[in-house]
């Protein structure tokens, strides 16, 4: 029995589905981008806080989304490298870490 023998039968067209993928997407890339500006400021002001936040926060935009892939990878990849970056920062500064 080929694949060829079976019949094609479309799947339905659900608006309010869509509509509701749709928003999701949405808002999972402003979550990604709210991680992103987080992260960043992370490096200067209380690194620790604000970069895991902004790390928890790129990780179920990641999550939630399939259409903002990249963005959510560069989201997780930024907050981690600010993570650490800010640490540096604050350390040799002589800065608060909290």
Request: proline share 5%.
């Amino acid at each position: 029995m080929s694949s060829f023998d079976e019949q094609y039968e479309p799947t339905p067209y659900d608006p309010i589905a869509e509509a509701r993928r749709n928003t999701v997407e949405a808002i999972a890339g402003f979550f990604a981008a709210a991680a992103l500006f987080s992260s960043l400021v992370a490096l200067a002001y209380h690194p620790v806080p604000i970069s895991v936040g902004a790390c928890l926060l790129a990780l179920v935009a990641s999550g939630m989304s399939v259409r903002h892939k990249t963005l959510c990878f560069a989201a997780v990849l930024v907050s981690g490298t600010c993570f650490v970056g800010g640490l540096v920062i604050a350390i040799t500064t002589g800065h608060s870490l909290w």
